[in-house]
């Protein structure tokens, strides 16, 4: 498989009250072109600034981004906005609550300069049909929808574009357990059927271990393991790897025997 | 035989609003042993957090709520106590941990004035030093390493899981016969929700507290209780000891909620229809552990 987007040596240092924070430091890796990549890591690992660049919201202060062989520029064309879409965690506050989310899909479609007004409304319908609501649900505002629902609504409107990458920014941690394994079926079966490639971040292993294809660990702004994933589960080969998923809450004694494998002194810092 | 730490029977709440009476808890029943850990796992809305405000005694006082059943801690009705014997016990002989550790905590005030503040309501009259002593035995209790600087310090200065193990301590603090934790960790980083609830397991366990352990997470109530409660729109719909619960699920709610926990060991997204059918057949309990069968 082809690298969709490659990252060299990036860095970003923010500053806090006049003291430089190194929030990525050296990052390199690529997602190739139809994979679920999963970013992991806690709060304060960097993956949520790496996901703002790969973006374009924030500037890397050092390193180069290559999305399909061409470096990505300071200022994004359209075209490669429509490109590269992000879904987050909180659909209640990333969906315009005054707006019918007919209008927020639309949003993306005239921004774009998508099909004509006709051709638009039909999309819009189209779109809900295929994250599986129905294409009425256009009048209804935010509110009005329940919270897997509206995480849908998020969904159809990251693939209102000609939308390719999809940064998935802990996209169903906010939902209730039956919610989503719902929405987690239908990002697979988008994915498949559309040939996205997908930047899943998230702090919660066990959906890696059933969404991704490869895991990139992060702690404290550096990459440090990037695995397949049953690899990755089977042996994984940094300390923080093993702490992170000797920390999972889990469900079943299969589960459990396989954690205490890797059991990590988690108590080392207390 | 004593009574046990908490008995509900047939508790029921509405809410009173524009379009008439919402219900919310359509009667259900739960009790805790003395020094048992008991789990209350659902979904949003099921009526979890609302069921240990009720025993708080916080949602009688909103406007609206029409609530009916007997709840009993240690045997005394607390329908029967007043406004003011309800707020004695509160702080004091039950405590709780609220799932957002740092919007817990008053800004405003630093953390030893908070604590004094917790000490007050079971010691009325204890000064400023003494405070301040049984607050850093308290602190260095949930393996705080440094109790001097937390106590002078404001919640926005410390760490999330820093805030969750002050609030573990100050739940702790008076010795209360049983404490109530609404999602504890939720917000916090795995690997250190991991080492809080180990924190507070030991704690539980030294001081013989009876605890009501409410999460959505079945991982976390699977390591934490020794019997669970599911609750699902308002009913008790399946119950029994942690271990045979999760290793064998008899509700079909139940089943479901376990067929979709995604594991580590990577089996899949499971389907799961839209359909919700046998959600709402009655409560199904484990051999031996109904509520007839454990209180006499």
Redesign the interface.
């Known amino acids: 498989m082809k690298p969709l987007l490659q990252v060299f040596e990036v860095s970003k240092t923010f500053d806090a009250g006049g003291k430089p924070v190194r929030a990525l430091d050296g990052v390199s890796f690529s997602v190739l072109a139809g994979e679920c990549l999963a970013i992991v890591g806690?709060?304060g690992s960097g993956k949520s600034t790496i996901a703002n660049i790969v973006l374009g919201i924030y500037q890397p202060t050092s390193g180069a981004l290559l999305f399909q062989d061409k470096e990505l520029p300071d200022v994004r064309p359209l075209a490669l906005k429509q490109a590269i879409q992000l879904v987050q965690q909180n659909p209640l506050s990333s969906l315009n609550p005054r707006r019918s989310v007919g209008a927020s899909i639309r949003l993306a479609l005239d921004v774009h300069d998508i099909g004509d007004r006709a051709g638009r409304k039909a999309r819009v319908g189209e779109l809900l049909e295929e994250v599986g609501l129905p294409a009425d649900f256009a009048g209804r505002s935010p509110a009005a929808l329940s919270?897997g629902q509206r995480q849908r609504v998020a969904i159809a409107r990251a693939l209102a574009c000609r939308s390719e990458l999809l940064v998935l920014d802990e996209p169903t941690s906010a939902l209730?357990?039956?919610v989503?394994?719902?929405v987690?079926?239908l990002l697979?079966d988008i994915r498949r059927a559309r040939r996205l490639t997908y930047i899943f971040i998230t702090?919660?292993?066990?959906?890696v271990?059933?969404?991704a294809d490869r895991v990139a660990v992060f702690e404290k702004g550096r990459l440090v393991e990037i695995a397949p994933?049953?690899d990755l589960?089977a042996n994984p080969s940094h300390p923080y790897t093993r702490?992170?998923?000797?920390?999972?809450?889990?469900?079943?004694?299969?589960?459990a025997e396989?954690?205490d494998r890797l059991q990590e002194p988690?108590?080392a810092d207390? | 035989m004593t009574a046990p730490t908490l008995a509900i029977d047939d508790l029921r709440l509405g809410f009173r609003g524009w379009a008439g009476t919402v219900e919310v808890l359509h009667g259900i029943s739960l009790h805790i042993a003395k020094g048992e850990r008991v789990a209350l796992v659902g979904e949003s809305g099921s009526g979890k957090s609302v069921t240990a405000r009720l025993v708080l005694g916080l949602v009688q006082e909103l406007r609206g709520a029409r609530y009916s059943g007997r709840m009993a801690f240690e045997g005394r009705d607390l329908g029967a106590l007043s406004r003011r014997e309800r707020e004695a016990l509160r702080g004091d002989r039950i405590s709780m941990i609220f799932q957002d550790p740092t919007s817990s905590l008053n800004p405003v005030y630093t953390i030893g004035t908070l604590f004094h503040e917790v000490l007050l309501r079971g010691t009325p009259g204890i000064g400023t030093a003494e405070a301040r002593e049984r607050a850093v035995a308290a602190l260095a209790d949930v393996a705080i390493a440094d109790p001097g600087r937390v106590l002078s310090s404001y919640a926005f200065q410390l760490s999330g899981g820093m805030n969750q193990r002050v609030l573990i301590a100050m739940a702790l603090a008076n010795n209360p016969a049983l404490l109530l934790a609404d999602e504890p960790g939720t917000a916090l980083d795995v690997t250190v929700q991991a080492q809080t609830l180990t924190l507070m397991q030991q704690l539980v366990a030294r001081h013989g507290t009876s605890m009501l352990f409410i999460s959505h997470n079945l991982g976390v109530v699977r390591e934490f209780a020794d019997r669970v409660y599911v609750i699902y729109k308002g009913r008790i719909v399946e119950q029994g000891p942690t271990e045979a619960l999760f290793d064998n699920p008899l509700h079909p709610y139940t089943r479901a909620l376990m067929a979709a926990v995604p594991r580590i060991t990577g089996e899949g997204i499971p389907e799961i229809d839209e359909e919700q059918t046998g959600f709402y057949a009655p409560l199904v309990a484990h051999p031996g552990h109904s509520e007839a069968e454990l209180r006499p």
């Open positions: 806690e709060s919270g209730d357990v039956l989503q394994a719902r987690l079926k697979a702090h919660d292993l066990a959906v271990r059933n969404i994933t049953a589960f702490r992170l998923i000797s920390a999972v809450p889990v469900t079943s004694r299969r589960e396989l954690r988690l108590d207390l």
